[in-house]
Each structure stands twice: as structure tokens, then as C-alpha cells.
């Protein structure tokens, strides 16, 4: 049974900085593409970051590029999202997501193409 578990959401101000970690487990984590989606209210699922099987490439959306950084351990079947300089727009559930490929086009990525999700953390910025 494949899971991932989400943790380190919560309530910060306004730039500062926090860091998301997720576990996986059920899974040759080594064979996934792995990325962070969120959801603020009233809107839908939008990529945030993403990172290839052996992390050797990330891709960021324009509005956190520079201020978040994606990044996974394959010994430790985790992956993890520093988030920095943040925002009040920031706030919303975050949710890891994994995708079975080597090859994929991160920046293309899309919520129906994950293969598995987790239940999501909220992360809520005050202004």
C-alpha cells in the first residue's frame, strides 16, 4: 500500500520561512517523479515544484521561483519543500504527489497525471 504522509505545515508570518517534508512508502520511490501541488480556497490544485526521479532536474512555478526550494532523498524515501520569503498568497493545503516515470516534461505536469497523493498540510501565511 502506497502512502505519503505530509508533514510540517502551520501558521507563519509573512517572510518568513518554513519547511514541508513527505514519506513515502509502498513504492520504489527511485522510479517516481515527485512534486508539490496546493490548493488554496475557492481555487484549484496548481503545481507549485517538481523534481525528477534522481533529482537531477526541478522545476518551479514563476510565482516561488527563487524563494522555494525542492529537493528529495532517495535513501530515505522523502521529499521536502523549503519555502522561503512567504507570502500571504502562499497559503493554501500542500499536497505531495508521485508520478511512475524517468522520463517526464516537469513543467507539464498535471494533478490527473500523479500516480498517488498525500492528504495535504495547510500552510497559512498572516500578513
Known amino acids: 500500500q502506497v502512502q505519503l504522509v505530509e508533514s510540517g505545515g502551520g501558521l507563519v508570518q509573512a517572510g518568513e520561512s518554513m519547511r514541508l517534508s513527505c514519506a513515502a512508502s509502498?513504492?520504489?520511490?527511485?522510479?517516481?517523479?515527485m512534486a508539490w501541488f496546493r490548493q488554496a480556497p475557492g481555487k484549484g490544485r496548481e503545481l507549485v515544484a517538481a523534481?525528477?526521479?534522481?533529482?537531477?532536474?526541478?522545476y518551479y512555478i514563476d510565482s516561488v521561483e527563487g524563494r522555494f526550494t525542492i529537493s528529495r532523498d532517495n535513501a530515505k524515501n522523502t521529499v521536502s519543500l523549503q519555502l522561503s520569503s512567504l507570502k500571504p498568497e502562499d497559503t493554501a493545503v500542500y499536497y505531495c504527489?508521485?508520478?511512475?516515470?524517468?522520463?517526464?516534461?516537469?513543467?507539464?505536469?498535471?494533478?490527473?497525471?500523479?500516480?498517488?497523493w498525500g492528504k495535504g498540510t495547510l500552510v497559512t501565511v498572516s500578513s
Open positions: 509502498g513504492l520504489t520511490f527511485d522510479d517516481y517523479a
Open positions: 523534481l525528477t526521479f534522481n533529482g537531477g532536474s526541478t
Open positions: 504527489a508521485a508520478e511512475r516515470a524517468i522520463l517526464v516534461e516537469l513543467r507539464k505536469l498535471r494533478a490527473s497525471d500523479m500516480d498517488y
